[in-house]
């Protein structure tokens, strides 16, 4: 089976933007380790079996568990969005607070249509079942706006997941640059008649497209050192849409998909994470990218970016319907990034917002730190 089909499956699935670091013990059997800052996802596929020949037919078992620093920006008194005028909420520290999260997933990935250029298949259809707890833990040393409201309790939900993804993506292996399309279409079930006896009366569906493009500008030939110069454009756009009578937080905050990634804050770079965790979330992110000579081995490779992210929110659950129920965000910014020896990125960027300020005043985050480079 395609080792690198498995690879990018996994990275979808468990790693949440996080590098994955060990992966493909054998031929019909691929193990695989991705951390988080403060935790690991486990997985373990298998190929057998497949149904169709010579489509792959993947089946994946997955689970992981993280302490996270989270954003909860919602004011107790009614439930409407934080701008950081409560009295006695220093808006600095009270929107944060850490959680414990624990989840697991498992289901099939089928292959569709074979793709005659890449050792993967070009379009794929998939089916999980997966759940999730979370838990918010308290810091007694600051007011937290999250154990003052209506979602400070444990989060539990169970739900299904069904789509389709078409995907070209290449990266060259020396010169780092990303090129092809990628789109997927999905759609997340958690009806409360069939949960309701493990949840906490959730009650929710999710509707998702996710598409991204690369696009190669600028080459140079690499060397026997390995790359030398690489530009390219990178796209991604995402809109994510859920409705229902009981939706949980930690679904709100973010995106669905095979590959969920994060809500409107953070997803737009320079807002603080977790910030506007609406219904409705239409996000596009467009990057100029740059890589350069390797440092020290032929596979740590460093490169840099400018980044315009932008986004539209609608519908904050169980807020009072107002001027804050909606509305535009932008950003620009500028980062550095590394490829370490094709385990995964890390970067660094600073963001300035063009709309609207942060919680604590101003509008530019001077550095910020994340694994991968954003999409």
Request: glycine share 10%.
């Amino acid at each position: 089976m395609k080792k690198l089909a498995a690879l990018t499956l996994f990275v979808s699935i468990a790693s949440f933007a996080a590098p994955t670091v060990r992966a493909d013990q054998s031929k019909d059997l691929y193990l695989t380790v991705s951390p988080r800052v403060w935790g690991l996802d486990l997985g373990a596929g298998v190929s057998t079996w497949d149904l169709a020949p010579p489509l792959d037919t993947i089946f994946w078992v997955i689970a992981g568990g993280a302490w996270d620093n989270k954003g909860y920006f919602r004011n107790p008194a009614d439930n409407s969005p934080y701008s950081g005028s409560i009295s006695g909420y220093d808006p600095s520290k009270a929107p944060y607070y850490n959680r414990l999260d624990l989840r697991w997933r498992m289901g099939i990935e089928q292959g569709l249509v074979n793709n005659p250029v890449l050792p993967k298949d070009l379009l794929t259809t998939f089916l999980f079942v997966q759940a999730e707890l979370s838990r918010p833990l308290q810091d007694s040393s600051t007011s937290q706006l999250i154990f003052a409201g209506p979602d400070s309790g444990d989060d539990v939900h169970v739900s299904a997941l069904l789509g389709f993804k078409l995907d070209t993506v290449d990266r060259d292996p020396v010169t780092k640059v990303y090129r092809g399309y990628y789109a997927e279409t999905s759609m997340e079930l958690a009806p409360g008649p069939l949960v309701d006896s493990l949840t906490r009366n959730v009650n929710y569906y999710r509707l998702n497209l996710t598409g991204k493009y690369f696009l190669p500008v600028y080459e140079v030939q690499p060397t026997g050192r390995g790359n030398v110069f690489g530009l390219y454009l990178g796209d991604r756009f995402i809109a994510d849409y859920l409705w229902g009578s009981g939706i949980p937080l930690s679904v709100r905050q973010q995106t669905g998909g095979i590959s969920p990634a994060d809500g409107m804050g953070d997803a737009v770079r320079g807002l603080e994470k977790n910030r506007f965790d609406a219904n409705l979330k239409i996000i596009n992110n467009l990057s100029l990218r740059a890589t350069f000579p390797p440092l020290v081995n032929r596979n740590i490779v460093p490169g840099a970016y400018l980044f315009f992210d932008s986004g539209y929110y609608s519908g904050m659950a169980q807020a009072p319907a107002g001027p804050d129920d909606s509305g535009f965000v932008a950003s620009v910014g500028a980062g550095l990034s590394v490829d370490f020896l094709d385990l995964g990125d890390a970067s660094i960027y600073t963001a300035y917002l063009l709309t609207g300020n942060l919680v604590a005043g101003g509008s530019w985050t001077p550095i910020s730190i994340e694994l991968g480079l954003h999409y």
